[in-house]
């Protein structure tokens, strides 16, 4: 069938989303040695040489393991000029410690170097802090809330805000990635009783650019992480034009982890659910196999 769907003078656009998505991720990536030891062909290559640019880039995204779609699009964020820090801080501001830790290793196989050095690099000061410190994964995943030590956390945020503290970005960093997502949604509530404001007016008001941006994006990914994934995904298509790298890879990368929660929020945000926004912001083939992702991974029908 994949043969049919990538005959050599056309791709079938409907055909081949259909078969995409008619298996997981898993699954997906065990095509290639069938495809290669029957037609003597790659099948990303034959996707990349007969499909069209948006489509090609949604079905090659979903042929890679979450783990390559990361290191792709971190790399593909540091190369040439200039540095996209939006998917920086997106991935390490989301990914667990298992998913960071594979993403260090195949990092450093594909490219031979490590990740690190090329975030250090590429950025500076306290964003790069942050950065390096997120990528090391060192965040606890305890499921428990320790109170005395989040009213101690919330109490040293608090004061080293009333100072104006030299250090308050180092501060705010050990706590936002070492402690765990409950134990830091414990520390926000206690800052905001102490301080007589939220944590995310604190980063907004004391730290500026993309310091900022990082922090928040760790907040918001505590706080609620399929809220965060909305926002973004909405921003991907406000205003002119369409960030298409961002929607494919928000859109892949949440599919099969948080899509329908996703979608939820989105809708609650923006009085308009999330296929709709596709379907206005993008065409043709592209846009059916972003809507059949969103689709086949929501509770909804659209």
């Known amino acids: 069938m994949l043969q049919k769907d990538l005959a050599t003078y056309r791709c079938d656009e409907p055909r081949l989303t259909h078969l995409m998505l008619s298996m997981n991720n898993q699954q997906r990536r065990m095509l290639f040695v069938p495809y290669k030891n029957k037609f003597g062909k790659d099948l990303i290559s034959e996707i990349q040489r007969l499909c069209r640019r948006n489509f090609k880039n949604v079905m090659v995204a979903l042929l890679e393991s979450p783990t390559t779609l990361d290191v792709k699009q971190l790399r593909y964020s540091m190369k040439g000029l200039g540095t996209t820090e939006r998917i920086l801080i997106e991935i390490l501001a989301t990914r667990n410690n298992t998913e960071l830790a594979a993403i260090r290793t195949e990092y450093q196989k594909a490219y031979g170097h490590s990740l690190a050095s090329d975030v250090i690099g590429d950025t500076s000061g306290s964003f790069r802090q942050l950065l390096v410190s997120l990528l090391q994964g060192r965040r606890s995943e305890s499921s428990w809330v320790d109170f005395s030590s989040a009213y101690q956390e919330a109490y040293k945020l608090s004061e080293a805000c009333k100072r104006r503290a030299r250090n308050l970005d180092a501060d705010f960093n050990r706590v936002l990635v070492t402690q765990s997502y409950v134990q830091l949604r414990k520390i926000f509530e206690y800052f905001k009783e102490m301080a007589g404001y939220t944590i995310e007016q604190a980063i907004t008001k004391f730290f500026r650019r993309d310091t900022r941006r990082g922090f928040l994006a760790v907040v918001a990914s505590a706080v609620n992480k399929p809220k965060f994934f909305a926002q973004q995904l909405y921003a991907s298509m406000k205003g002119l034009g369409t960030r298409n790298n961002d929607l494919i890879r928000l859109i892949v990368s949440r599919a099969e ?46």
């Open 257 to 302: 982890i948080d899509m329908a929660a996703i979608s939820d929020e989105f809708e609650v945000a923006y009085g308009k659910t999330l296929v709709d926004y596709i379907r206005g912001d993008t065409s043709g083939g592209y846009r059916d196999a972003l809507i059949a992702i969103v689709k086949g991974n929501s509770k909804y029908r659209y």
